[in-house]
């Protein structure tokens, strides 16, 4: 049973360019996330979509930073223009049903912006 | 509204001595309680959960927590640490009140020395 896919694994960029970022869910999974985590701040949550509709865009922390669903099975976040401080490991997590199931996280996109 | 706080950010013990990682959660309605683990890398995996039943639920790798709800309390626990268990462990809280809503805790690091 695949994990959540998550690519890059790495990407460095300059300053200024555009960034995207992809997540390939579990199978079958209603529920997906995007998370940053930095030392600072820890693990934040970003946005999350259910059943592909975005439902909680509070945390994505400016309009720099997009994300889409289109289908079940694949999700974008992108970053434009992309700044140093956006420098961060994110993470792509799905989960099945409602509250009582665990998330499933993928290894992440670690993004160092120069 | 729900929160969790994880006590300590750094634990370290010897390898062979108890672990222990405490976590305390506010929550309106029963809540469902996690604990996961973040290994270099990699993203946040399941340790175990509680949800409803046994308030002791063990989990992978020798831990286990137990719910009490008197305390608020949901700390985690092996008898044994083993040097593969550095890693940062997460607490996190979950309601069903018709709709998502898990918070994670800032992490405690756990270092093993030999």
């Known amino acids: 049973d695949a994990g959540v896919i998550q690519s890059p694994r790495h990407e460095v960029t300059e300053m200024g360019q555009e960034v995207t970022l992809r997540c390939k869910p579990i199978s079958g999974h209603d529920y997906l996330f995007w998370y940053r985590q930095t030392m600072m701040r820890g693990l934040e949550l970003l946005i999350y979509?259910?059943?592909?509709?975005?439902?909680?865009d509070s945390g994505m922390p400016e309009d720099r930073f997009s994300a889409k669903m289109p289908n079940a099975s694949f999700s974008t976040l992108k970053i434009q223009p992309s700044e140093p401080r956006d420098s961060a490991v994110y993470f792509c997590?799905?989960?099945?049903?409602?509250?009582?199931?665990?998330?499933?996280f993928g290894d992440g996109t670690r993004l160092s912006i120069l | 509204a729900q929160s969790v706080t994880q006590l300590g950010s750094h634990v370290s013990v010897s390898e062979g001595a108890l672990v222990l990682l405490r976590c305390n959660y506010s929550s309106s309605v029963p809540p469902y309680l996690f604990w996961y683990v973040q290994y270099p890398n990699q993203g946040l995996q399941l340790l175990l959960k509680y949800t409803t039943g046994a308030t002791l639920v063990k989990g992978i790798n020798g831990f286990e927590a137990e719910f009490k709800k008197s305390e608020t309390s949901f700390h985690l626990t092996k008898p044994s640490a083993h040097m593969s268990d550095a890693a940062e462990y997460f607490c996190?809280?979950?309601?069903?009140?018709?709709?998502?809503?898990?918070?994670f805790g800032a992490g405690t690091r756990l270092f093993v020395k030999a």
């Open positions: 997590a799905s989960m099945k049903d409602s509250s009582n199931q665990p998330q499933h």
């Open positions: 996190a809280v979950s309601e069903d009140t018709g709709g998502f809503k898990t918070i």
């Open positions: 979509f259910n059943n592909n509709v975005p439902i909680d």
